[in-house]
């Protein structure tokens, strides 16, 4: 009989033991790796002094007092954060003062603060006494009254009264008082003349006759529609036929004009020729100064932008024997 075969020792699976030399190389940090660590301490002990300067200068800055100490006290506070911050890759927050008392002197704000702006003076300065503006201030501004009930006769009267007795109609007075070279029949009728007209510059040869004599009218200034819805309501009748009838309000023009401009008042209508305009309106203002007649917002500001570029044009006085009793 064979005795058994011997059994194989088991092999151990378990490494060996390191040897007591490489464990002290390997738990000694070379010089190399010394020399890297002790930079980085002095690199964060940089770092952390130029971080407590900053905050020093900071914090001297905008503080001031009793509470904040003296220059000796933060500088023992800039060495205890430094010390820290030293054995410590990071700097601890907490080593910043927190107790310090805000500032008696704070600094001034880069934002300017707002200050009261001046505000123009809202008065205006009166137009000259005597100028067409100085009257414009004189005269209420209304809107316009209905139209209702109006009558060119019935409430002006008969067209071309004699109302200052001299003889002769209105119409003839202000032909022979605008025309030139004029020729009469009698002491009033005026036959032929010559009409510059003062809206367009233009020169009529005035004939009278049945289809010439319309080429030159009279123009009320204040066209008498207008003045009915201004205030002429209220005034007498004796009142409204001197309106009608004033030569302050009485204009020889050309026929086209007076027709194209109806009863218009600045607003809506004014002379094609510019160099009649400042007295244009001058005379308007002045004939509802005199009659007590308002005149509309929209009126009111197109005769003040007018003399607005003549502000030394006079008024026109009333006429004496006309001056009607408002």
């Keep these: ?16 033991p390191p040897s007591s030399r490489s464990t002290r190389v390997a738990s000694t940090p070379s010089g190399p790796t010394r020399r890297l660590r002790r930079r980085a301490v002095a690199v964060a002990s940089v770092l952390a002094a130029s971080l407590i300067a900053i905050v020093s200068v900071a914090v001297g800055a905008g503080i001031s007092g009793p509470d904040a100490g003296g ?22 927050p907490t080593s910043m003062p927190t107790d310090v008392a805000p500032s008696e002197n704070p600094t001034t704000s880069a934002t300017p603060s707002a200050s009261p702006t001046a505000t123009p003076d809202s008065t205006t300065t009166p137009a000259p006494v005597g100028t067409a503006l100085a009257a414009l201030e004189t005269l209420q501004i209304k809107g316009r009254a209905p139209k209702t009930g109006y009558d060119r006769e019935g409430d002006f009267g008969n067209a071309w ?40 510059g233009t ?27 201004t205030g ?22 050309d026929g086209h ?30 004939v509802k100064s005199v009659y007590g007649l308002w005149v509309t917002q929209a009126e009111h500001d197109a005769i003040e932008r007018i003399l607005d570029t003549c502000p030394t044009q006079k008024a026109y006085p009333a006429t004496a024997d006309l001056l009607p009793k408002v």
């Excluded at 220059?71 to 601890?92: C, F, H, I, L």
């Excluded at 009529?204 to 319309?214: E, H, L, P, W």
């Excluded at 401009?261 to 244009?280: E, F, H, M, N």
Aim: aromatic share 4%.
């Design 1 to 16: 009989m064979n005795p058994p075969p011997p059994r194989p020792r088991p092999t151990s699976t378990t490494p060996p």
């Design 71 to 92: 220059p000796a006290a933060q500088g023992a506070a800039a060495e205890s954060v430094a010390t820290d911050a030293a054995s410590a890759p990071t700097p601890s």
């Design 161 to 200: 009264k004699d109302v200052d007795h001299n003889g002769c109609d209105t119409r003839n007075d202000v032909l022979a008082r605008d025309l030139t070279e004029i020729a009469t029949s009698g002491p009033c009728k005026v036959m032929t003349g010559i009409l510059v007209s003062p809206y367009t």
């Design 203 to 229: 020169t009529i040869d005035f004939v009278r006759g049945q289809g010439t004599s319309a080429l030159v009218q009279i123009d009320h200034l204040v066209a008498l529609s207008n003045a009915w819805q």
């Design 232 to 253: 002429a309501q209220q005034l007498t009748q004796a009142q409204r036929e001197a309106l009608a009838n004033d030569p302050l309000n009485l204009l020889a023009v």
């Design 257 to 286: 004009s007076n027709m194209q401009k109806g009863d218009g008042d600045a607003a809506t209508w004014l002379p094609a020729q510019k160099s009649i305009r400042c007295s244009y309106v001058a005379r308007q203002v002045s």
